[in-house]
């Protein structure tokens, strides 16, 4: 096999990798499953969304496509980390900065983060 045919190949699997998932295949941060639109009892027709207890928003792409899993929340990333810490709520799936001493009460400056 010459380079060119193994360059082929490669491109080609990576593109195949792409295409089609597997059954709890990741791409672009979201999980994707090759199987019936069905979460907690329920069964869900194409485009119908519903969410996760681990706050992943999940969408219906119609028989024979599965559905994907995507968890979307900003994750602060620069921030006084002697004096703050970033706390998850799991009930509004966020995060939040507060001071590791619970007496003050200083709001902690949150310079950058990221969408995840």
């Known amino acids: 096999m010459d380079r060119l045919q193994l360059f082929m190949l490669v491109v080609m ?40 207890d681990d706050c992943y928003d999940c969408t219906c792409l119609g028989k024979g496509y599965g559905y994907k899993c995507c ?12 004096q703050c810490e970033a706390v998850w709520d799991k009930e509004s799936c966020s995060y939040s900065v507060v001071n590791r001493n619970p007496a003050d009460t200083t709001p902690c400056e949150i310079f950058a983060g990221i969408l995840k």
Do not use: N
């Open 13 to 52: 699997a990576t593109l195949l990798s792409l295409v089609m998932p597997s059954d709890a295949g990741r791409r672009d941060g979201c999980r994707y499953y090759r199987r019936m639109c069905k979460h907690e009892g329920t069964r869900y027709e194409r485009w119908d969304t519903w969410s996760t």
């Open 71 to 82: 968890q979307d929340f900003w994750l602060p990333m620069i921030f006084d980390e002697s």
